[in-house]
């Protein structure tokens, strides 16, 4: 088949055109243009890992040296080892430690604060912003579980000192009956299978899946998954981070044995080496899944109790 010089040339242009447009747009476009030309199946991404973003530098500025704070968080309850009957879980926390003015709390105007990250079992985290106000797990399954906790700033970044990092093991008898309503100590109903979603609470919590601890070795290097989770909109939704808390281990380029590996939407594994977030950018709307795992020198599973590879699904809305 012969082409005509002439076309030859057009198509050039065009293609140097292209680029130079692809140029000009924001990184998030980018992805898309990249799919057009490389016949990559619809939705295709192109992720890159970005600085911390300058928004987020200048909250950190705003808030004065609170991102230097060394906040130590203690689970007073449930107690370590503790049987609770009923399905719903008091949790308390104590916070101590050098805070440099670090203190959970929702801003009514904004939604947004310093707050704690509560995981049951490797379920998504649920935020504890009013430490002074009792928080509960709702409707627990019966048998082993358990609870870890890690102070966060506003943009959800975890707090990564030795102290800030709890974790105990509880057992429920008698556990969620999603039939049964859901009562305070006094027996006021807060609220009922049928109402649940009138009902304001009159407290922080939260109604969970069932679900059982992994048979975790506390001893053991431990990842816990924390970000990213839920729904992502707007300016919120590029870039995105990723962080996790990382006990009993260090990675690789701190000096030690261990490297968290992660990939979206089932593609190429990477690697993060440092323990700090990553934010990522050039999401395309949609669902995507993330996986984090703790692996070793050799790419190995690290496992402890099954927390050490968790998958997330998030929606970006752009
Ligand atoms: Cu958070």
Redo the contacts with the bound molecule.
Sequence with gaps: MRIPKRSLLFLAVALVATSIFAGCEPVSQNANTTATTAATPPGAQTLTVIPRPQKIADMMKARGEQDQASPAIKIVSPAKDATINGSTVEVKLDLSGDLKGYLPHKDPATGKGN?I?VILDNQP?E?YYELGQPFELRNVSAGKHTLRVFP???????YKNDAAFQMVTFTVKGGGDATKPTTTNSGQTMASPAANASATPAREGKDYAPSQAGNIDPAKPLLTY??P?GEYKGEDADPIMIDFWLLNGTLQSNGGDYRVRYSVDGGEARFIDTWNPIWLSGWTSGKHSIKVELVDKSGNLVDNGGYNSTTREITVAK
Excluded: L, T
């Excluded at 966060?152 to 975890?158: D, Y």
């Design positions: 707050h990250h985290y935020a966060s700033r506003p943009w959800h970044e975890s924390s970000r989770k």
